[in-house]
């Protein structure tokens, strides 16, 4: 006991707000790395500008949005000006660029802002990952359930074979499930939260032998 109480960090039972900014922070990462990934393959298809426009003008507000948010530690306020002018600065290319495929002036100028869009897109997807400090508190809180029944059914010799199988069994219950339940929704998060950043699909057109034909004859 001794040896994993070194090992522990901090308790989410006790300190569950912890628990969820890390998961958030967590998931922050890997949408950044996301993004990081759609910017490089942009730049490896020599579309430069698409990069910096698409791309690097959330990084800047973003940027601007951790300079902001730290700026409230002792000695970082001046961070704080940075911070909105950095933001401001993100979402003024925005507007200004995205709808640069458009036609006609209404259009690209609604495109543009249209854009802005996307930041409820960015905040849904950073608050998908608190399923992540759901699961963990859930797991924790079962066990601690379990321990709770089983010590209350040690107390009596007679009782102690039942406390045994309820500690067993419901320990037994609580990984099986929550093992299921961590790889679902993890996989979750991979697939549309991170994937979703820089996955394009690719291949090639299924054409499938004889398609060109003119006429089927049916027998």
Not at 24 to 36: D, P
Not at 156 to 182: E, K, R
Request: positive net charge; aromatic residues 12%; proline residues 3%.
């Amino acid at each position: 006991i001794r040896f994993l109480n070194r090992l522990k960090w901090f308790s989410p039972l006790e300190e569950p707000l912890l628990m969820l900014g890390l998961c958030m922070g967590l998931g922050a990462v890997q949408i950044l790395t996301g993004m990081g990934l759609r910017f490089a393959a942009l730049v490896r298809e020599g579309k430069l500008l698409d990069a910096l426009m698409d791309v690097g003008s959330w990084f800047l507000f973003f940027l601007g949005l951790g300079m902001f948010g730290i700026s409230s530690f002792p000695g970082l306020f001046p961070l704080r000006l940075w911070g909105l002018e950095a933001m401001a600065g993100g979402l003024a290319v925005l507007v200004l660029t995205q709808g640069r495929h458009e036609r006609g002036l209404l259009r690209k100028i609604g495109k543009g802002f249209s854009s802005l869009y996307g930041l409820v897109g960015y905040l849904s997807d950073l608050l998908s990952y608190a399923r992540l400090f759901g699961l963990g508190l859930a797991t924790g809180v079962i066990a601690l359930v379990m321990n709770t029944l089983a010590v209350m059914l040690f107390s009596n010799p007679w009782t102690a074979v039942l406390g045994v199988a309820i500690a067993a069994g419901g320990h037994l219950f609580n990984l099986a499930i929550n093992v299921l339940g961590a790889y679902v929704h993890d996989c979750r998060l991979q697939y549309i939260e991170f994937f979703s950043r820089f996955y394009t699909g690719g291949g090639r057109v299924f054409r499938p032998m004889l398609s060109g034909l003119r006429y089927n004859v049916v027998k």
